[in-house]
């Protein structure tokens, strides 16, 4: 998580999130082939990942196993925030980034036998 929402920050990654929601209904197959090739390939690995972590014990069998996106959407949310806000606080971010940490748990943590 904390790659996820250290990637915040970039300058790159929010000149593109900004390009894309406001431009990229003008070009709908490019900014089909950068989702086949960035977010929908980081949700096909997150699934597989879950899945193995499921299988070995490690996590519990959740929503956000069969939904991997819902694993970055509080990323996206937090990434529109600061997109429409002249200023965020950084214990805005820590907080957002720690209580994405805290709803995961809660959805992974496997149940005690």
């Not at 950068?34 to 996590?59: A, F, I, K, P």
């Not at 069998?61 to 996106?69: A, G, L, R, Y």
Request: proline share 5%.
């Amino acid at each position: 998580m904390d790659q996820l929402h250290t990637h915040l920050g970039d300058p790159t990654l929010r000149a593109t999130a900004r390009l894309l929601l406001t431009e990229g209904h003008r070009l709908p197959d490019i900014v089909t082939l950068w989702r086949q090739n960035t977010v929908d390939n980081l949700h096909v690995q997150l699934g597989s990942l879950l899945r193995r972590c499921v299988e070995r014990g490690l996590c519990r069998d959740s929503t956000v196993v069969h939904h991997p996106w819902l694993i970055v959407s509080p990323v996206i949310h937090q990434l529109f925030q600061q997109l429409s806000s002249a200023a965020v606080v950084p214990i805005q971010i820590r907080e957002a980034r720690n209580t994405h940490v805290d709803m995961l748990c809660e959805l992974l943590t496997p149940q005690a036998a």
